[in-house]
């Protein structure tokens, strides 16, 4: 068995829990537990780390139950979702949204874990949505979690629920670009339409890939998944297929109102040209009228005697009507 690396602190070291089966309260660990005591006793260990700390992938090096691949997934900064089952026990990194300063965010952030009949440990980048709310329920009642996978499938519950959130929001932003498109405004939309497409875009195609993989998980051998999980990844890819409909139900109409309103700017595009069309329509008859009294050249009619400049005039206002006439005549005006 592997030594455990002795140290004042665990590095990285966010939060740990040690939860007992049927206990109302979990039971908080300070950041100075001793290795030993930390990895076992009685219950099971939730064990948060924050990866910005150099020392945290030397510290899980020791910590006894884990595979050099769910090790590598826990300290992993590649920014893609992956799930794996294995002697019994459950790896990967999974999407999430980040939480800062005390208010919730759009921006992607990746959440890694590892997962046996024991323990939860789970590592991340930045602070996430879903970890954090995660934490308050099991302090709220801890009796309804008695084993790890009861947390595994609250961080991804509370994961589907902050997309149905970023759903609501995204919902009501295209409303009010709709409101506005269908409306006597003259506000651009076209610059609040493609950042919020972007992040329906960017979503779906995580969520896709999160189900992909929750629907391999649960074909594995029973052999090689943790006891319970064909169950819990059911739940779990019913929620999210749920919400996966919704996004793209979402992602069809960002791509509607981005067609209608590059159709509203060509019409209007096209309506400055026929106004333009009809000026130059106009115009052209009088400019060739003051090009041929402005030619030097010898024998110029009118260029002689008195009341010229009067002919001249008299000249273009009649060109510009029969421009006027002629466009009526073909049904342009």
Same mark, same amino acid.
């Given at each position: 068995m592997n030594t455990i690396t002795s140290a004042i602190t665990i590095p990285g070291f966010v939060w740990a829990y040690r939860l007992h089966p049927g206990a109302d309260k979990p039971e908080r660990l300070p950041d100075d537990t001793d290795r030993a005591t930390l990895f076992g006793g009685d219950g099971f260990l939730w064990l948060h780390l924050n990866l910005v700390d150099a020392r945290v992938p030397t510290f899980l090096a020791d910590v006894p139950g884990l595979n050099e691949a769910a090790r590598t997934a826990l300290t992993t900064h590649e920014t893609h979702a992956m799930l794996t089952v294995d002697e *019994?026990? =459950?790896? +990967?990194? =999974?999407? @999430?949204? *980040?939480? &800062?300063?005390?208010q919730d965010t759009r921006d992607i952030g990746w959440l890694h874990f590892a997962l046996t009949d024991r323990m939860l440990i789970t590592s991340r980048l930045q602070p996430l949505r879903s970890l954090d709310r995660g934490r308050m329920l099991i302090e709220k009642n801890a009796a309804r979690f008695s084993r790890p996978l009861d947390i595994f499938e609250l961080l991804v519950v509370e994961f589907q629920r902050s997309? %149905?959130? $970023? $759903?609501i929001e995204m919902s009501e932003e295209l409303n009010s670009i709709e409101d506005f498109l269908h409306g006597n405004t003259s !506000? @651009? &939309? !076209?610059? /609040? #339409?493609?950042? %919020? /497409? !972007?992040? %329906? $875009? /960017?979503l779906h195609r995580h969520l896709r890939t999160v189900l992909s993989l929750m629907r391999h998980a649960a074909a594995s051998d029973d052999e090689e998944m943790p006891l319970g999980f064909e169950d819990v990844a059911g739940r779990l890819t019913s929620r999210l297929e749920a919400v996966e409909h919704d996004i793209y139900a979402l992602q069809e109409r960002a791509r509607l109102l981005h067609e209608e309103i590059d159709s509203k700017l060509a019409s209007e595009i096209n309506r400055h040209l026929y106004i333009l069309s009809i000026m130059t329509a106009f #115009? =052209?008859?009088?400019? =060739? $009228?003051? +090009?041929f009294f402005g030619m030097n050249t010898s024998n110029l009619p009118l260029s002689g005697g008195t009341g010229g400049t009067q002919y001249a005039i008299g000249f273009i206002v009649a060109s510009m009507l029969l421009a006027w006439w002629l466009l009526k005549r073909i049904n342009i005006l």
């Open positions: *019994q026990m =459950l790896f +990967g990194t =999974l999407v @999430d949204f *980040q939480h &800062e300063f005390g997309m %149905i959130s $970023v $759903v !506000r @651009d &939309e !076209r610059t /609040r #339409l493609p950042p %919020i /497409r !972007r992040t %329906i $875009v /960017r #115009l =052209l008859p009088p400019t =060739l $009228v003051t +090009g």
